[in-house]
């Protein structure tokens, strides 16, 4: 037990089935105790939700008897790993951050955690998350802020707040997000940890609660690239129950991480670089010259549509969710305001049930899509995204990756942004482009302020070019130091 | 002004949103700014863009279809499990016929 005690909050998934293989601990030895450590150490930060201890031990016995019996356990057996609670788990609640959900009991599965449990993965429990998704701070969780674990009276980000902040602190090695706009990578570079959106379609959205369906991604986090690349290739892949999945060939991505980037050509968006705060804007400069040092060729590009990419993401976005949002009406969910009319029962439960970041886009959906609205908002958008997309198509073939800053600045204090809404959507600038495009982008750390709060660099390459984003992103954290 | 309260009270009822004073108000003022910036897309030219109605799509346009075969589904007593009013197998509401 003590390989566990001295190593558990910064286990790699390698030094987990090393642990294992070695007899140095069980997998139920292990799960034990990353629970217990979970649960001593949350109420500093807020960031899980609940805790599913009688699953995460009957997934760690199974580990333990292919251990056992010599049967593959899987490349996560006995990792302990965390979810967002926006992907249901059945048997476990299901809140979404949100009041109407809080009793909501999965009856099934989302395909990534049944993916995840088949690999070995054990759950310990559900992240805490912006309402729906909803949000850049995790402010707009029904059950409270989470703790930036590097700076308390900060934000961690969001929306998937909670599990970049138990990937920080250590209290999961990996953990599932989800990023509608830049909802892992925003709160992964707030964290210091690395988090990955996928290409669209790559990893099944079964079982991820709607948002915006045709911009929401499963993505991980972990506190290196390798885990990340592990987790993806665990959950990603074809899924009949979601028919915008992808049938693209699963490549192997642990085989990219080879080091090999001399000549990749870079492209740095000049857009990218306006309005950064001078200390996020030094580590990004530093980040790049550490990837000219390893032999990448950088050249300065333009995607022109940058600047209407706000505008575009928030039509389309909240079109999108006003209608996802509509099934939460008090009559299959759990909550219910009592009212005379089934129409008046309707309206309380909502109006009771929804915090003021999901009124205020519902609303705002509501209203880009009605009567007389329809071509000159979300018509607009589409046309608009269509050009933001070929701005990055043309990038792509002059350069193999774009490397941007994930945010303007680093994590900011609790209560700072959350009466400015506009100004908190403006923040997202630099990641709602990829979502919109569909490419597959990640946060990886690329140094701290002089404040110790950490910043992520943003890489980007072509539709399922996750093995290209991952040697570079490998490459870096190994030449720069920043494995967590 | 991009909207007015008036609007905000008409678009909460098309959303079956129930709102207080206070949150109308507040909502006018959030929704003005947004849309505000919103405003900013007229000075793109899109007349002859295509709109992006799907984001990748990588198979032929049947891929996702398979044989109509029967398979199990959640069972009534699963279904209602969440139910926050259930009765005789189904969801119960506010009766909507009068007799």
Same mark, same amino acid.
């Given at each position: 037990?003590?390989?566990?005690?001295?190593? @558990?909050?910064?286990?790699? @998934?390698?030094?987990?089935?090393?642990?294992?293989?070695?007899?140095?601990?069980?997998?139920?030895? &292990?799960?034990?105790?990353?629970?217990?450590?979970?649960?001593?150490?949350?109420?500093?930060?807020?960031?899980?939700?609940?805790?599913?201890?009688?699953?995460?031990?009957?997934?760690?016995? $199974?580990? *333990?008897?292919?251990?056992?019996?010599?049967? #593959?356990?899987?490349?996560?057996?006995?990792?302990?790993?965390?979810?967002?609670?926006?992907?249901?788990?059945?048997?476990?609640r299901t809140t979404c951050g949100s009041r109407l959900l809080e009793h909501y009991v999965p009856p099934y599965d989302a395909t990534a955690v049944i993916r995840l449990e088949q690999a070995g993965g054990i759950i310990l429990g559900k992240t805490n998350c912006d309402e729906f998704a909803m949000g850049s701070s995790?402010?707009?969780?029904?059950?409270?802020? %989470?703790?930036?674990?590097?700076?308390? *009276?900060?934000?961690? +980000?969001?929306?998937?707040?909670?599990?970049?902040?138990?990937?920080?602190?250590?209290?999961?090695?990996?953990?599932?997000?989800?990023?509608?706009? +830049?909802?892992? $990578?925003?709160?992964?570079?707030?964290?210091?940890?690395?988090?990955?959106?996928?290409?669209?379609?790559?990893?099944?959205?079964?079982?991820?609660?709607?948002?915006?369906?045709?911009?929401?991604? @499963?993505?991980?986090?972990?506190?290196?690239?390798?885990?990340?690349?592990?987790?993806?290739?665990?959950?990603?892949?074809? #899924?009949?129950?979601?028919?915008?999945?992808?049938?693209?060939?699963?490549?192997?991505?642990?085989?990219?991480?080879?080091?090999?980037?001399?000549?990749?050509? !870079?492209? &740095?968006?000049?857009?990218?670089?306006?309005?950064?705060?001078?200390?996020?804007?030094?580590? @990004?400069?530093?980040?790049?010259?550490?990837?000219?040092?390893?032999?990448?060729?950088? $050249?300065? !590009?333009?995607?022109?549509?940058?600047?209407?990419?706000?505008?575009?993401?928030?039509? !389309?976005?909240?079109?999108?969710?006003?209608?996802?949002?509509?099934?939460?009406?008090? %009559?299959?969910?759990?909550?219910?305001?009592?009212?005379?009319?089934?129409?008046?029962?309707?309206?309380?439960?909502?109006?009771?049930?929804? /915090?003021?970041?999901?009124?205020?886009r519902i609303m705002l959906g509501t209203y880009v899509l009605s009567h007389g609205y329809y071509d000159a908002y979300y018509l607009k958008a589409q046309k608009v995204r269509a050009l933001i997309a070929e701005d990055f198509r043309k990038a792509f073939t002059e350069v193999d990756a774009i490397v941007a800053p994930?945010?303007?600045?680093?994590?900011?204090?609790?209560?700072?942004?959350?009466? *400015?809404?506009?100004?908190?959507?403006?923040?997202?600038?630099?990641? !709602?482009?990829?979502?919109?495009?569909?490419?597959?982008?990640?946060?990886?750390?690329?140094?701290?302020?002089?404040?110790?709060?950490?910043?992520?660099?943003?890489?980007?390459?072509?539709?399922?070019?996750?093995?290209?984003?991952?040697?570079?992103? #490998?490459?870096?954290?190994?030449?720069?130091?920043?494995? /967590? | 002004?991009?909207?007015?309260? =008036?609007?905000?009270?008409?678009?909460?009822?098309?959303?079956?949103?129930?709102?207080?004073?206070?949150?109308?108000?507040?909502?006018? =003022?959030?929704?003005?700014?947004?849309?505000?910036?919103?405003?900013?897309?007229?000075?793109?030219?899109?007349?002859?863009?295509?709109?992006?109605?799907?984001?990748?799509?990588?198979?032929?346009?049947?891929?996702?279809?398979?044989?109509?075969?029967?398979?199990?589904?959640?069972?009534?007593?699963?279904?209602?499990?969440?139910?926050?009013?259930?009765?005789?197998?189904?969801? =119960?509401v506010p009766k909507v016929i009068e007799r």
């Amino acid at each position: 037990m003590s390989a566990i005690s001295s190593g @558990i909050s910064s286990f790699t @998934i390698d030094q987990v089935r090393k642990g294992l293989a070695a007899r140095e601990f069980s997998a139920v030895e &292990l799960a034990q105790s990353a629970l217990d450590l979970a649960r001593t150490e949350n109420p500093k930060t807020n960031a899980y939700l609940h805790f599913s201890p009688e699953r995460a031990l009957a997934a760690a016995e $199974r580990v *333990d008897r292919k251990l056992t019996s010599g049967e #593959d356990p899987g490349v996560l057996a006995g990792v302990p790993v965390a979810v967002k609670d926006v992907i249901v788990t059945k048997g476990v609640r299901t809140t979404c951050g949100s009041r109407l959900l809080e009793h909501y009991v999965p009856p099934y599965d989302a395909t990534a955690v049944i993916r995840l449990e088949q690999a070995g993965g054990i759950i310990l429990g559900k992240t805490n998350c912006d309402e729906f998704a909803m949000g850049s701070s995790n402010e707009n969780s029904a059950f409270g802020p %989470v703790k930036n674990p590097w700076a308390p *009276d900060r934000v961690p +980000g969001g929306s998937s707040g909670g599990s970049a902040a138990v990937v920080a602190q250590g209290t999961a090695v990996v953990a599932l997000g989800s990023d509608t706009g +830049g909802s892992v $990578r925003q709160p992964a570079s707030f964290c210091g940890v690395v988090g990955v959106t996928p290409t669209y379609g790559r990893v099944s959205r079964y079982g991820l609660v709607a948002f915006a369906s045709s911009l929401d991604h @499963i993505g991980p986090l972990a506190r290196t690239v390798k885990d990340a690349a592990l987790v993806l290739q665990s959950i990603a892949g074809r #899924d009949e129950n979601d028919s915008t999945s992808a049938f693209a060939p699963l490549p192997d991505y642990v085989a990219a991480l080879d080091g090999n980037v001399n000549g990749t050509r !870079i492209g &740095l968006p000049r857009e990218y670089f306006e309005g950064l705060s001078s200390e996020t804007g030094d580590l @990004i400069a530093k980040g790049v010259a550490l990837l000219k040092k390893l032999g990448c060729e950088v $050249r300065e !590009i333009s995607l022109p549509a940058t600047k209407y990419a706000v505008a575009c993401y928030y039509i !389309i976005a909240t079109a999108e969710a006003s209608s996802n949002l509509a099934r939460y009406d008090g %009559v299959r969910y759990t909550t219910r305001a009592e009212a005379e009319t089934l129409s008046d029962m309707y309206r309380s439960t909502r109006g009771a049930g929804f /915090g003021a970041e999901c009124k205020r886009r519902i609303m705002l959906g509501t209203y880009v899509l009605s009567h007389g609205y329809y071509d000159a908002y979300y018509l607009k958008a589409q046309k608009v995204r269509a050009l933001i997309a070929e701005d990055f198509r043309k990038a792509f073939t002059e350069v193999d990756a774009i490397v941007a800053p994930v945010s303007p600045v680093p994590a900011f204090k609790i209560g700072e942004k959350i009466d *400015d809404p506009l100004a908190m959507y403006l923040s997202d600038i630099y990641t !709602i482009t990829g979502d919109l495009a569909g490419i597959p982008c990640m946060s990886v750390p690329c140094g701290k302020t002089a404040a110790g709060l950490p910043v992520g660099m943003q890489i980007l390459t072509r539709h399922f070019d996750e093995p290209g984003m991952f040697r570079l992103a #490998d490459a870096f954290e190994k030449a720069g130091g920043f494995a /967590g | 002004m991009k909207i007015t309260e =008036k609007e905000v009270r008409y678009v909460a009822d098309l959303a079956n949103l129930k709102l207080t004073g206070e949150e109308i108000v507040r909502l006018s =003022k959030d929704l003005d700014e947004i849309l505000t910036h919103i405003d900013t897309l007229n000075e793109l030219d899109t007349s002859n863009v295509q709109p992006m109605a799907q984001v990748l799509y990588d198979a032929g346009e049947n891929a996702t279809l398979r044989e109509d075969v029967e398979r199990p589904c959640l069972d009534n007593v699963t279904a209602l499990a969440n139910a926050p009013l259930a009765g005789a197998g189904y969801f =119960k509401v506010p009766k909507v016929i009068e007799r």
